[in-house]
Nanobody, 124 residues
Framework: QAQLVESGGGLVQAGDSLQLSCAAS????????MGWFRQAPGKEREFVAA????????FYAGSVKGRFTISRDNAKNTVYLQMNSLKPEDTAVYYC?????????????????WGQGTQVTVSS
């Protein structure tokens, strides 16, 4: 069993940057693929970014590509989401997730463990 804890959320203005962190503990392995999802009020949870366990393969939703960067420090069991040029439509609760599988990382069902989420609010 792995536990994931997100941090770094907050209230920022449009155009600002924010970095989210997700620390894994418990039965963790650097061979987990990691992903970030988000859920805005009244909307379904959606894929944001993912990193295969090696960190060399990364994937992004079209709406964040070029603005967000996912990275990981396997020695620290931590994955990051650097968010630049934030927009009001990025406002959501952001969740990190861990998957044993190295594929299908854009789909929620692929992931085995989830964090509780951290709120990101971007004001215009």
């Amino acid at each position: 069993q792995a536990q994931l804890v997100e941090s770094g959320g907050g209230l920022v203005q449009a155009g600002d940057s924010l970095q989210l962190s997700c620390a894994a503990s418990g039965r963790t392995s650097s061979r987990y693929s990691m992903g970030w999802f988000r859920q805005a009020p009244g909307k379904e949870r959606e894929f944001v970014a993912a990193s295969a366990w090696s960190g060399q393969n990364t994937f992004y939703a079209g709406s964040v590509k070029g603005r967000f960067t996912i990275s990981r420090d396997n020695a620290k069991n931590t994955v990051y989401l650097q968010m630049n040029s934030l927009k009001p439509e990025d406002t959501a609760v952001y969740y990190c997730a861990a998957a044993k599988a190295p594929y299908g990382l854009k789909y929620e069902g692929t992931y085995d463990y989830w964090g509780q989420g951290t709120q990101v609010t971007v004001s215009s």
